[in-house]
């Protein structure tokens, strides 16, 4: 059974950083896409980043590129969003996802879902 586990989120002042880890288990993940989400209040969940498992080639919303960056460690079956000069709209609910298909940006193309972790940008 897969499981998606995250961390590192938390209360940050504007301007500064957080890295979001997501610990995935319950099988080999060769073959599949890699993804963050968010959802703020009231707001739909949006794509953020996503990263193909075996190839490492990633993809970014535009709004955020160059600020928040996406990777993965094969080995330990982790993956990362390195986020630098946050803003209070960053301010969301995290979450980490698994994909078998080609599509990496919408919710409906991801199987599996963490629980998520909370970022609160305070300005």
């Known amino acids: 059974q897969v499981q998606l586990v995250e961390s590192g989120g938390g209360l940050v002042q504007a301007g500064g950083s957080l890295r979001l880890s997501c610990a995935a288990s319950g099988r080999t993940f060769s073959g599949y896409t890699m993804g963050w989400f968010r959802q703020a209040p009231g707001k739909e969940r949006e794509f953020v980043a996503a990263v193909r498992w075996d190839s490492g080639l990633s993809y970014h919303t535009d709004s955020m590129k160059g600020r928040f960056t996406i990777s993965r460690d094969n080995a330990k079956n982790m993956m990362y969003l390195q986020m630098n000069s946050l803003k209070p709209e960053d301010t969301a609910v995290y979450y980490c996802?698994?994909?078998?298909?080609?599509?990496?940006?919408?919710?409906?193309?991801?199987?599996?879902w963490g629980q998520g972790t909370q970022v609160t940008v305070s300005s």
């Open positions: 996802a698994a994909s078998v298909s080609w599509n990496y940006s919408t919710t409906e193309a991801y199987a599996y």
